[in-house]
């Protein structure tokens, strides 16, 4: 069964146009499963009627012209109800409608699946015989199965446009769907970032000098054989001579006409090397994994090695694809924070990733560059939108590949109402951020990239709350030397002068790793994390705060602040370490004031510890991020449980409450500087409850701004009173939510999109 499903997914995907995609379903299943008749009908959501498609055994001159109503015929019946319907009679079915041109009078049994993908109705999938007898279970069981992974492969052929000829109406497909990972919205050209070596990864794309592309391969061909030439050598009395064996046969399957002459004739008709091997290699595994024997069977895993060695060497010849279009929409299946550093500013519009969720780290960089992004849109094909236009639409999570004229126009007139919305804040830019009775407020920003500090300059930001010393050791491919940070440093603390900036000492481990410093765990966010890294490394520690405090000699605006603390010790320990690299930096004759050292509030631990470690530090500052994810068990980067990661969650709350006040009582600053400080409605709460500081992306800040100004704090302090009452997130957001409405700062709720039709809120 097993084989007979990929062989059909495989002629499915492999077939470039949707008629002779359904044609071969429809008569691979009546052989499969040896019925007299099958046949595919879809759905237009358009006009509600069902249109035949495809059929082997009933008459074909019908294809294309028999047409029903959703709800007429026991095809109609399959849709509405959802469900497979199994009879051993159709005629005797109330439903039955006889149409003579179809040719289905001799049949009497009937079973029909409907096709449904993400929760729409594609069409039905129907297989008859003459002798009336219901299918048996495991008949409809298989049939159910194939047309599940039919719809899969339909729906994406026509989302993506790889399949020509789908009629229009038919197939209401969705957007693909993921969360919101910076919102706004981008329209611009797909292009496909792939993690080396991965061959899934490998998008579709043509070449344009087809001469130069089979010499690439060519190339990597001759150093494919080399290098398992030498390994075979070096292995050569380690290993007996059957394991040896195996390089012969790389060997030969590298000269294997079947492998290289269909890859050489595929980039001779375009495409592009990659893409060809990729396709190849993909064939002949479906068609080895089919194999009975066992033997033949496991030469589908020594194919996919091979290609993938062939991969490597085509990726290590390929020019980096410099010339990004000046619209482009960078996709992987896993965006990292060093990607984003390879495209210029100035031409990434929108980003997608297939993993991760909106806080990931990669989500919190691109909301504080403004950048569009969809995260955990885990159904999305990727490797085929290379090249593809696409409206990310970053508010709501959806990505339409391919879109129509109408959408993009539609899309348009949404990007031009948000340049206004954002052109309707600017007004606040340099007004204070005070309540109506004169509750003040400072806003601060996170930064990590150059182009954060230029925003946030441009946005009125009164200090850096959180630097994430992390992202410049994140895009270099090795530590950066003392000197190297102390440049990278000495410019931030410039920019912001004389306002002040807190420097994070250095967050790796979790989602974030250096690709030269692997961190390879089973749980890494319970693992080798932040200030345990650089506790454990001394000497990445002290040349950090050695760099830090050099670069503040003379400004005297920077803030030390210390990741992931659970425990006194480290608090102790890392003060002991930044004591003695200002010595160190003293000794070396540079002047630097000892500066303010601060500590996150961000793993459960730390909450019932806020007096003990204020007691050892200048200021505390919460990092919800992470604070969220560890109090409520839910991984901020699956997408999976992207629904339960809520910082509105009652425990949330009334954590972040508990902190405020134990701050407030033994007189510590405390501020914010997760993500949750820079929704306006949060924003709310959060002064409500006593936060000195709000630190958040510099894109939210205006809007955070607008909202404090239109609000009291007595009033803020009762929205905060009456949520606290409350136990579900869900309910809090909307009972937050209504009331801000009702105090006027309605337009501004994040979850508001503009596709709505909010107008720009009116000035100051
Ligand atoms: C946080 O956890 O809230 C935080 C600010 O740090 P990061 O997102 O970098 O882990
Ligand atoms: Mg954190």
Not at 28 to 36: G, L, S, Y
Not at 374 to 388: I, R, S
Request: glycine share 6%; with cysteine; net charge negative.
């Amino acid at each position: 069964m097993l084989n007979t499903l990929r062989t059909i997914v495989h002629e499915v995907s492999s077939a470039d146009n949707l008629n002779s995609a359904l044609q071969k379903i429809v008569r691979r299943v009546r052989e499969v499963m040896r019925t007299e008749a099958c046949s595919v009908y879809f759905y237009n959501s358009e006009t509600s009627h069902y249109t035949l498609m495809a059929t082997e055994g009933l008459n074909p001159l019908a294809v294309d012209k028999i047409s029903f109503t959703y709800s007429e015929g026991i095809v109609g019946q399959v849709g509405l109800r959802e469900e497979p319907i199994n009879i051993d009679d159709a005629t005797s079915h109330p439903k039955y409608r006889y149409l003579e041109a179809i040719g289905e009078d001799k049949f009497r049994a009937f079973l029909g699946v409907p096709i449904i993908h993400r929760r729409s109705m594609l069409g039905v999938l129907v297989i008859q015989r003459a002798e009336r007898q219901r299918f048996n279970e495991d008949e409809e069981a298989f049939l159910v199965t194939i047309s599940a992974v039919l719809a899969g492969g339909i729906a994406h052929a026509a989302a993506t446009g790889s399949m020509k000829g789908f009629p229009d109406g038919h197939l209401s497909l969705k957007p693909f769907e993921g969360t919101s990972g910076a919102s706004g919205v981008a329209i611009g050209q797909g292009i496909v970032m792939v993690p080396p070596a991965d061959l899934s990864a490998v998008p579709d794309g043509c070449c344009t000098d087809i001469a130069e592309e089979l010499a690439m391969f060519e190339h990597a061909l001759t150093e494919v054989r080399e290098s398992l030439t030498i390994s075979a050598q070096k292995l050569a009395c380690r290993l007996p001579p059957e394991e040896l064996a195996l390089f012969d046969v790389y060997l030969k399957m590298l000269d294997d006409k079947a492998l290289t002459f269909e890859i050489r004739h595929r980039i001779e008709s375009g495409l592009m090397a990659q893409t060809a091997l990729r396709q190849v290699v993909e064939e002949h595994v479906n068609r080895f994994e089919m194999m009975e024997d066992p033997y033949l069977r496991e030469r589908a895993s020594d194919v996919k090695d091979l290609g993938r060695r062939v991969l490597s060497y085509l990726q290590a010849s390929e020019v980096s694809p410099s010339q990004y279009p000046d619209n482009t929409i960078l996709i992987s299946e896993e965006l990292t924070p060093a990607m984003l550093g390879e495209v210029p500013q100035d031409k990434l519009l929108g980003l997608v990733s297939q993993h991760g969720s909106g806080n990931s780290h990669v989500a919190i960089l691109a909301r504080a560059m403004g950048i569009p992004t969809v995260m955990g849109a885990v159904d999305l094909p990727f490797h085929k939108l290379a090249g593809k236009q696409l409206i990310v639409d970053g508010t709501l999570g959806h990505i339409y590949p391919s879109p129509s004229d109408e959408l993009v126009k539609h899309y348009l007139q949404v990007i031009e109402e948000e340049k206004a919305f954002a052109k309707g804040l600017e007004v606040t830019r340099d007004l204070p951020c005070v309540t109506i009775d004169d509750h003040k407020v400072p806003l601060w920003v996170n930064t990590g990239l150059m182009t954060d500090t230029v925003r946030s300059l441009d946005r009125g930001a009164e200090g850096v709350g959180l630097y994430r010393t992390e992202v410049p050791f994140m895009v270099r491919e090795r530590f950066p030397s003392e000197t190297e940070q102390e440049r990278i440093y000495r410019s931030q603390l410039e920019a912001f002068h004389p306002r002040p900036v807190t420097m994070r000492t250095l967050d790796i481990g979790g989602d974030k790793a250096l690709s030269y410093f692997p961190i390879d765990e089973d749980n890494p966010f319970l693992g080798w994390r932040g200030i345990r890294v650089t506790l454990d490394h001394p000497e990445i520690f002290l040349a950090q705060v050695r760099a830090m405090l050099k670069a503040s000699a003379g400004l005297g605006n920077l803030r030390i602040m210390l990741p992931m603390i659970s425990c006194v010790f480290e608090v102790e320990d890392a003060l002991q370490l930044i004591h003695r690299a200002h010595e160190e930096v003293t000794a070396e004759g540079v002047t630097t004031s000892m500066p303010e050292v601060g500590v996150m509030i961000e793993v459960p631990a730390a909450v019932y510890l806020v007096a003990e470690l204020a007691s050892r530090v200048d200021f505390l500052s919460v990092g919800s991020n992470d604070l969220t994810q560890y109090l409520l068990a839910v991984d901020r980067n699956n997408p999976r449980v992207a629904n339960l990661y809520h910082s509105f969650h009652p425990a949330v709350l009334k954590a972040l409450c508990h902190i405020a006040k134990e701050a407030n009582s033994v007189g510590k600053p405390v501020g914010i500087c997760g993500e949750m400080a820079g929704d306006p409605a949060a924003a709310v709460l959060l002064m409500a409850m006593g936060f000195n500081v709000l630190s958040m992306n510099a894109t939210n800040l205006l809007k955070v701004k607008w909202a404090l100004r239109r609000i009291t704090l007595t009033r803020a302090q009762d929205i905060l009173d009456k949520v606290l009452q409350l136990d579900n997130a869900h309910v809090i957001k909307s009972t937050l939510e209504l009331a801000l409405s009702k105090a006027g700062i309605g337009q501004i709720l994040q979850s508001k999109n503009l596709l709505s039709g909010n107008l720009p809120p009116s000035a100051s």
